[in-house]
C-alpha cells in the first residue's frame, strides 16, 4: 500500500482567488481599452535623445539641460543653437578619471583611457 496525499481546498479560498483574479484582469482591460487616448496628455519626445539623457548627469551638466528633459525638438534646437558644449575629461578627488559635459574647457578625452 503506497501513501497518498490529498490537497483539500476550501471552496470558499478557491472562489475568493478566482474572484481576485478576475477582477485584476478586468480592471486590466478597463485600463487598455476603457480610457480615450486622446482625452491624455502624452509626454514630449525629442529627435535628440542626449537632451533627455543629458539631464541624468552631474550637476555641471544639469545647470545646461535644466528645463530640458521633457521638451520638444524645436525648443531643443533653439535653444542649443547658441550654447557651446564640450565634453571631456576630469580627475575627480579618489583619482577616478570622468566623462564631464559643460561649458568650461577640460581635457581632451583619450582612447587608451578608461573612464567611470
Known amino acids: 500500500m503506497s501513501q497518498t496525499y490529498v490537497l483539500d481546498i ?3 479560498s478557491l472562489g475568493t482567488y478566482i474572484a481576485l ?3 485584476v484582469i478586468m480592471a486590466c482591460f478597463c485600463m487598455i481599452f476603457g480610457f480615450n ?5 502624452p509626454p514630449n519626445k525629442p ?3 542626449e537632451v533627455t539623457f543629458g539631464t541624468k548627469l552631474d550637476e555641471e551638466a544639469i545647470e545646461i539641460f ?8 524645436g525648443k531643443t ?3 542649443f543653437a547658441d550654447v557651446e558644449i564640450q565634453v571631456g ?3 575627480t578627488m579618489n583619482g577616478q578619471r570622468r566623462v564631464v559635459v559643460t561649458r568650461r ?3 581632451p578625452l583619450r582612447r587608451d583611457v578608461s573612464y567611470v
Do not use: A, C, M
Open 66 to 73: 535644466k528645463g530640458h528633459s521633457n521638451t520638444t525638438t
Open 105 to 107: 574647457d577640460s581635457g
Open 89 to 91: 575629461e576630469r580627475i
Open 37 to 41: 487616448p486622446q482625452d491624455r496628455i
Open 21 to 23: 483574479n478576475l477582477s
Open 77 to 79: 534646437i533653439r535653444y
Open 47 to 49: 529627435v535628440f535623445s
Open 10 to 12: 476550501s471552496l470558499i
